[in-house]
């Protein structure tokens, strides 16, 4: 087959040859780049690979594949290419370190320069001018095969520069969906098309699920498995890196068996640990090691370094879809973690600093401590605090109502007792030890020794100190005395947080196994905050990679970048011909005014898929709280209202109208609906003595307590 130059310019990128066997299942290909002209170069690879699709050849793995490129800007470019299409394979080049980097997450084998000239060679020509050039790319004896199906729930990520074009493109997806292999569909959406502000992105495990949710958004409608919004400029991303909640065995597993960006990140890490900690952390993140054998404290001690290790290979994994962070901020010894990603520490530093700190916990960190989380002020709890010395610390401000207190058992619990009889709620946390306490002072200046010893380096990502709350300094961050602090005295998240809001950012990702720090991010800023904060994982979902990929779904449709193609990565797929937008796509028709039912299945619709259950399995007069809802639903459920409505609903709305049929009255109120079904009771304002009681509650009971309001006005009506 004879493939034209890519463009007329003799200089430019031309394909100079190219043989493929029948089927197409192997090809050899050469390419030149254009030495400085990233984009000649890129347009060439994607136009001959073109070439290869229109004639059937479209290969399986790749044959011996001579590129030419000078390692300047454009090489980023053929990495990319290559890690996009055959990224199944591992890294090794001694010849030229600087080609490993280049293509270290493309994972393709570059071997030494030998008899079968296989590897990294030098021309004359390019020498002096261009450096070395990548002679063969050839597939790793090693390597598996791509597996054709993706184990997980397919992203269809849709975008338009109008309503009307996203309905439009979806409608047309859903007619070619029959004819086109869902992951092939993907990637090429991905690939191909541009991101426009009104966006969608629907998940689906079957074909089923698809073109549900391609007919929801053809329809201008919802589905649990699709993800909308408006994109927008976003001010900043940040990480956080929980040190505790959430930990279950196996939490890892899916992941690990999903994404080979995440499993290399999961192994690297847990063979640094390997040598210092008696432990299978592995065994633990996967599932596969129970760890009958240890007690209550090393299990807590065991789980800590496991979430560790799941946090820096989320990271990783986010990273290589683009999501990546401009601010990281951890909690307690999470911010360890986020330390390490922003490259503070080696992998191999951070591991022995964790192992050291676990020895000396189990060494040196006395009995008889506890922990409670206790619904109050910091003001009020320091004051609480006074006379009781070293016995009881404040251990964490976590939002504006929420603390934790640590120190002697009793001591402690006599603080929520305390705090108990007026009506404030406290729970013991389920730990064996007092940290962020006294008790933690006889192992810090083993602490300090160990953090000295290892390699410590200026941060690349700026780091929110959890000791003070601002950005903290290189000299902190490479200080032994400042880590030992960090164990020692309080974690001030909430001050945290509000350095992030400060800094501009307004987009916050919770690395954590069950979103406990989403959810206290959003009590932080507060009902109105325009942040969009996401849980990366969630303790209940029945599947982690679609948790992860709905969460990535939503900071899509909000505007942050994210390479979905990289998410594709290890799995078998083929660009394809996608529909072709038609000119003059008609407006959105304009919507009818509203009436009662209408908004009734709005509410239910929004609520099925705030929990992504089917609309049929959402009970209109459940209350919330039975639904399923926690604080972060709640907020979701509101952000989606506003946005169908136009209105500008407080996230107490779902507090004060407890259930879907009864918010759906309140919002036909709102609006003036058309009469329909009977309006529910109307529930009286709250004051503001009754609003700061209710922020000390939890959800639970904010829940029951308004049910029980509801409950008794509909006797006293009967009566």
């Known amino acids: 087959m004879n493939v034209p130059a890519c463009f007329p310019d003799e200089g430019t990128v031309v394909l100079a040859g190219l043989a493929h066997s029948s089927g197409g299942a192997e090809f050899d290909a050469e390419f030149f780049g254009v030495p400085g002209d990233r984009d000649a170069t890129a347009r060439a ?39 996009r299409r055959w990224a199944r394979l591992s890294v090794t080049c001694p010849e030229n370190p600087s080609v490993s980097e280049m293509l270290g997450d493309a994972e393709l084998v570059l071997a030494p320069v030998d008899g079968d000239g296989v590897g990294v060679y030098m021309t004359p020509a390019h020498a002096s001018a261009h450096g070395y050039l990548i002679r063969y790319l050839v597939p790793s004896p090693l390597a598996p095969r791509r597996p054709r199906a993706a184990p997980f729930p397919v992203p269809l990520a849709l975008s338009a520069t109008s309503e009307g074009g996203l309905r439009g493109l979806a409608a ?22 541009t991101s426009s502000a009104c966006r969608a992105v629907v998940l689906g495990a079957d074909l089923g699920e698809l073109r549900a949710g391609l007919t929801a958004v053809a329809s201008g409608g919802t589905a649990p498995n699709v993800v909308r919004g408006t994109a927008t400029d976003r001010g900043g991303v940040a990480f956080l890196f929980p040190g505790e909640g959430g930990q279950r065995p196996g939490m890892g597993r899916e992941l690990y068996e999903t994404f080979g960006v995440f499993a290399n990140a999961l192994d690297e890490m847990c063979g640094q640990l390997a040598p210092h900690s008696p432990w299978q952390v592995r065994g633990l993140l996967l599932g596969t090691d129970d760890c009958a054998g240890i007690t209550a404290g090393e299990r807590e001690l065991l789980t800590q370094d496991a979430l560790f290790v799941l946090q820096i290979a989320l990271a990783r994994l986010l990273e290589s879809w683009r999501v990546v962070p401009d601010r990281v901020l951890g909690h307690s010894v999470g911010e360890m973690a986020a330390a390490t990603v922003a490259g503070v520490f080696t992998h191999g530093g951070i591991a022995a600093v964790l192992a050291e700190r676990v020895r000396l916990v189990r060494e040196l960190m006395p009995s008889g401590g506890t922990m409670i989380a206790l619904q109050a002020g910091e003001a009020e709890t320091l004051e609480a605090l006074a006379g009781h010395g070293d016995a009881v610390s404040l251990a964490a401000v976590n939002s504006p109502a929420s603390v934790v207190v640590s120190g002697e058992y009793d001591a402690v619990h006599a603080i929520g007792a305390k705090f108990q009889e007026q009506g404030r709620k406290y729970k013991e946390l389920n730990v064996r030890r007092a940290f962020h306490s006294a008790h933690m002072d006889p192992l810090l200046p083993g602490f300090r020794r160990v953090v000295a010893s290892v390699e410590r380096s200026a941060p690349s990502i700026p780091v929110v100190s959890i000791l003070h709350g601002r950005l903290g300094t290189t000299g902190e961050l490479h200080d032994p005395g400042y880590w030992a602090a960090q164990v020692r005295h309080t974690s001030r998240f909430s001050d945290g947080v509000a350095a992030l809001e400060s800094a501009g950012v307004d987009t916050i990702v919770d690395l954590g196994a069950n979103g406990v720090l989403a959810a206290l991010a959003q009590d932080c800023l507060g009902e109105h905050a325009d942040a969009v904060v996401v849980p990366a994982l969630r303790g209940g979902a029945k599947s982690d990679a679609a948790a992860l990929l709905s969460a990535v779904a939503k900071l899509y449709v909000a505007g942050v970048p994210v390479d979905w193609a990289a998410v594709f990565t290890g799995y078998d797929f083929r660009r394809v011909r996608l529909p072709v937008t038609p000119p003059g796509v008609p407006a959105v028709a304009p919507a009818a005014p509203p009436d009662r039912r209408s908004l009734a299945e709005l509410v239910l619709a929004q609520v099925a898929a705030v929990l992504e259950v089917p609309e049929a399995g959402v009970r209109a007069k459940r209350s919330f ?16 209202l506003n946005e169908r409505t136009g209105l500008r609903l ?23 609906a058309e009469p329909g079904p009977p309006r ?12 700061r009681e209710l922020a000390a509650l939890s959800d639970e009971e904010i829940f029951r307590l308004v049910d029980a309001e509801v409950d008794a006005a509909g006797q006293g009506g009967r009566g």
């Open 680 to 691: 529910a009771e109307a529930v009286e304002p709250a004051r503001a003595d009754d609003v």
């Open 650 to 672: 407080p996230t107490p709305v779902v507090f004060d109208h407890p259930t879907p049929r009864a918010l759906a009255a309140h919002l036909a109120d709102r609006l003036g």
């Open 45 to 83: 690879l994607e136009l001959t690979w073109s070439a290869l699709e229109d004639a059937g050849a479209a290969p399986e793995r790749l044959g011996d594949c001579a590129i030419g490129v000078c390692l300047g800007d454009e090489s980023e470019t053929v990495a990319g290419f290559l890690r």
């Open 625 to 640: 709280l039975e639904l399923g809802f926690d604080s972060l639903a709640a907020v979701e459920l509101v952000k989606r």
């Open 172 to 193: 047309r997806l859903l007619d070619e969906l029959g004819e086109l292999d869902p992951v092939d569909l993907a990637y090429s959406l991905a690939a191909t098309r």
